[in-house]
């Protein structure tokens, strides 16, 4: 039963603590835009195989492509 009444006030306590620490927080907007930089390099490869008529195809028909 001790036990119990010692967790109870320390959970009183703490709980009494954290409404006094809890305060004021006032948020606004900034008086400037938000400007943010991205510098991005997109590389990009790409990679195919043909068999051996498409590639005869390809190499004989060179002007369409």
Known sequence: ???????????GVALGLSAILAGCVQV???DKPIVINLNINIKQEVVYR??????D????EAEIF
């Not at 119990?4 to 320390?10: C, H």
């Open 57 to 60: 195809l390809i190499n004989s």
């Open 1 to 11: 039963m001790k036990n119990r009444k010692t967790t109870g006030l320390i959970l």
């Open 28 to 30: 606004s907007a900034p």
């Open 50 to 55: 043909l068999n051996g008529d498409a590639k």
